[in-house]
């Protein structure tokens, strides 16, 4: 079980439950900066976006249909053709973590990048509640039961998922979001947000348990343990003497 939380100083990292750093998150844009590969190291980043007015920290990117289109995909397929190349002589790996508003969006985006770059250095952090939008919260288990079992039992292939955070989805701090934009949502807790626990539970029960390493959010982390365990993901604890 590995825990997503805040890094000293700022950004996001991947721990261990005791604390040791696995990986770390970057949160600069691929389209225009490059993650720097540790000799064996693992780096987690997202896919790109146009949006200037992003706060990739939090989590808020709003709609530009640039992105997914035919000049975000240019943009991301010629940064991995420079990228990778580093990350390979390094024994590094790259995870795209994908999200609803950036290029890599949804199963069929994953499949495509996996499938046009077929090299050990890159891999997904997969996501499944980021890839969601406020408008879909209400059929929120079937969508991300679809994106769970297009990961899983489709033609990605688990192998190249490097880990599975599990996440709920919450609106946006006031003030981070334009009316326009008002159908953004922001990772957190499972045990918070406006997907229904049940909902969630029930996606957990139908798809679970999973062949990736769980990461979750590092902030009521009992309550989601015991969410895992009444889906039967994780065992149950041993009764108590």
Request: aromatic residues 10%.
């Amino acid at each position: 079980m590995l825990r997503f939380g805040p890094r000293s100083g700022g950004g996001w990292q991947v721990t261990s439950q005791g604390g040791e750093l696995r990986w770390p998150v970057w949160t600069g844009n691929i389209f225009s900066h490059t993650p720097m590969p540790g000799t064996g190291h693992t780096v987690v980043a997202w896919s790109g976006w146009f949006d200037e007015d992003a706060q990739p920290e939090s989590g808020v990117f709003h709609h530009d249909p640039r992105t997914w289109a035919g000049e975000g995909w240019d943009h991301l397929e010629a940064r991995l053709d420079e990228v990778l190349p580093q990350f390979e002589a390094a024994d590094a790996r790259l995870l795209l973590r994908p999200h609803v508003r950036h290029v890599v969006s949804d199963a069929p985006s994953i499949r495509k990048v996996l499938e046009r770059f077929d090299s050990p250095a890159l891999g997904i952090f997969f996501e499944p509640a980021a890839m969601l939008t406020a408008a879909m919260v209400d059929d929120a288990s079937d969508h991300l039961t679809r994106l769970i079992e297009a990961v899983l039992q489709g033609p990605i292939g688990p192998d190249r998922v490097q880990a599975f955070f599990l996440t709920g989805a919450e609106r946006p701090a006031r003030g981070e979001v334009y009316p326009e934009h008002d159908d953004l949502l922001v990772p957190a807790p499972m045990t918070r947000g406006a997907i229904g626990y049940h909902d969630l539970l029930g996606v957990l029960r139908a798809t679970g348990p999973y062949p990736w390493p769980i990461v979750l959010y590092d902030e009521d982390v009992d309550a989601q343990l015991d969410m895992l365990r009444q889906a039967g993901v994780l065992p149950s604890e041993p009764a108590q003497a």
